[in-house]
Structures are given as C-alpha cells and as structure tokens.
C-alpha cells in the first residue's frame, strides 16, 4: 500500500507538470549562438519530461509591447526569463516580479561582457543584483557564473546549476533541426527549474 504523503506528492508533480512554465527570450530563439542554442535546449529537455513551455520571444525594441505581453502572462506562472531580457528591459521584468514566479537565466554576469568599460561595469553590476535579488531564483550555466552571481548578495540556495551540454549543432543541417537528447541532462534541468 502506498503512503497518503506518497500519493499526494506525485499528485502535485503532475499538477506541476501540467501548469504552464513561460520561458522569455529576447528575440527568435532559433539563433544559432551558444545562448539561443542553450535556450533551446532547456525548452526541449523540459517538453521532454512532460512540461508545458510557452517561449515568448520578446523584441526589447518595444519596451511598451513587450511589457503588455508579459502582462498577459497568468498570476502565479513559473516564468524563465533569459539574462539578455533583463539586461533589455530590466525595468518591465521587475515590474512583475511581484506576481509572476520569476527565475532569471544568468548566461553571464552583464558587467564582465567583453569590452564594457570600467564606468559602465560598475553601475551594470549594480542594476543586475538589483533585479536579480527580486527575482525567485537564478539558473547559471557555471560554478564561475554562480559565485559572480552570489557576489551580488543572492542567497546561495536560490541559484541552480545546469550546464551545457557538448554537442554542437550540425551547421550544414536544417536551421530547426533537432538537439542532441541526453535524459541525464533533460531530468537535471527539469529539477532545477522546477525547484525554484
């Protein structure tokens, strides 16, 4: 026989799975550079297990369009918003932090971009640990990205790691053309996502 605490747990999960999670990225995410490629692949690992995922690609050209598209977003809703939305329009993603369940995919902390000068890093630092200590959580792709973000005073057991994967994408195939699947990788990003 199975336990009542048992039963209800795999009731939530599959309460859980059928609720929709949103994931946010700025601009098509059929771009063929690490980050879109990354996006991806957590979208496709999550469908995977079962999750229903909206990807919103938002433009960040139309910070009013793009701010009443995320309005429209339902109370509650588990939303993955992607490093380089924030950076675009950190001011609308705040704005809903309050009423979505907000976690923010830190590819890389803004202010170490390649080229960014020192008076610019500084207050680009500010402005990412501003939002991102609003934020339910924070997806990193390295140990080195979670320290840069725990720097930012973000609690240690609100960040999550989920590496990349290995596999490149065949340049010569189709533009859409599959990801590698890897379950090991599906189910590790499936916790951590579900986690936050």
């Excluded at 994931?23 to 771009?31: A, I, T």
Aim: glycine share 10%; with cysteine; proline share 8%.
């Amino acid at each position: 026989m199975t336990a009542l605490p048992a039963v209800a747990s795999r009731m939530a999960d599959e309460t859980e799975l059928h609720r929709e999670l949103v994931f946010v990225v700025p601009g098509p995410l059929d771009q063929l550079t690490g980050g879109y490629l990354f996006d991806g692949h957590i979208v496709k690992g999550l469908r995977a297990r079962g999750r229903v995922v909206r990807v919103m690609e938002l433009t960040g050209r139309r910070p009013k369009a793009d701010a009443a598209v995320l309005a429209g977003v339902a109370d509650g809703t588990k939303t993955v918003v992607d490093g380089l939305v924030l950076a675009n329009l950190g001011e609308v993603v705040a704005a809903q932090a309050r009423r979505l369940r907000l976690i923010a995919f830190v590819h890389g902390p803004l202010a170490q971009e390649s080229g960014l000068p020192p008076a610019e890093a500084k207050p680009a630092a500010q402005r990412e640990a501003a939002l991102l200590l609003g934020l339910r959580g924070v997806l990193c792709p390295s140990r080195k990205t979670a320290a840069a973000v725990e720097s930012y005073g973000v609690s240690p057991d609100r960040i999550a790691i989920v590496p990349p994967g290995s596999v490149k994408p065949n340049r010569l195939g189709p533009r859409r053309g599959p990801f590698a699947r890897c379950s090991a990788w599906r189910t590790c990003c499936h916790a951590k996502v579900m986690a936050c």
